[in-house]
């Protein structure tokens, strides 16, 4: 509920709110905090299937997790500006990679309807506009646009573990019709890269030309191999 997260951002300005990263008092993000996160270069994500097609700008864990989830879970709606510039990057990095000239469309990886009220705010939605905005800047034709809808069915992922999670996103994304793009995928965190291969597959179904992924964390490997930027 969008209210709630203003009236936790009132009551933060009033009495005092702690950092989301550190908890120290003080802003939502503290300075130090802020500059841990946005020191760490982009970085791709060793996926099988998707390999140097996405990109992170670090692990999920440590300051970048807490900043996460409290943005996720307590309608943190005073993050996703940093949380939006984190994801700029990790999209500038694809960009450099694989776009060459023409319009791009920034596209968000959907939330459900029920994740999307309980938050107050669609998150994904917010970082491909945010991302969009901060880019145009630059003088690129860039947009963002909803392409992707969730199929009927589809269950929430959270709390479902990496097989049914494959099984749940399989088939579960669809591409909206419209005239084919160019298109970067932008989401908040990556996890098994199975959801983002759903919507590379559908895209590229419905003519679309994926340049790759853009988010803003990458949960640690299964395997303990690390890949947090230097
Ligand atoms: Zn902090």
Redesign the pocket.
């Given at each position: 509920m969008r209210w709630r997260g203003l009236l936790e951002a009132a009551a933060d300005l009033a009495w005092g709110g702690s950092?989301?990263?550190?908890?120290?008092p003080?802003p939502v993000?503290?300075p130090?905090?802020a500059r841990l996160v946005r020191g760490q270069p982009p970085r791709p994500v060793p996926l099988d299937d998707l390999a140097g097609v996405v990109w992170a700008r670090g692990e999920y864990a440590d300051?970048l997790r807490a900043l996460i989830l409290a943005c996720k879970e307590r309608q943190g709606l005073g993050l996703v500006p940093l949380l939006a510039e984190l994801a700029v990057g990790s999209v500038a990095a694809v960009l450099r990679e694989s776009w060459r000239s023409g319009p791009v469309v920034v596209m968000p990886i959907p939330s459900s309807r029920a994740t999307v009220a309980a938050r107050g705010f669609d998150l994904t939605w917010l970082l491909a506009r945010g991302v969009a905005r901060r880019l145009s800047r630059l003088g690129m034709q860039i947009r963002a646009q909803r392409g992707l809808v969730l199929a009927a069915g589809t269950r929430d992922q959270v709390g479902l573990g990496v097989v049914d999670r494959t099984v749940n996103r399989q088939h579960s994304l669809r591409a909206l019709p419209g005239p084919a793009a160019q298109v970067v995928l932008v989401d908040d965190i990556v996890t098994t890269g199975a959801t983002l291969t759903a919507a590379a597959h559908e895209l590229e179904a419905a003519g679309h030309r994926l340049l790759g992924a853009g988010v803003v964390a990458a949960t640690p490997r299964r395997d303990g191999r690390r890949w947090r930027s230097p």
């Open positions: 950092c989301a990263g550190c908890g120290r003080g993000c503290c130090a905090c300051e």
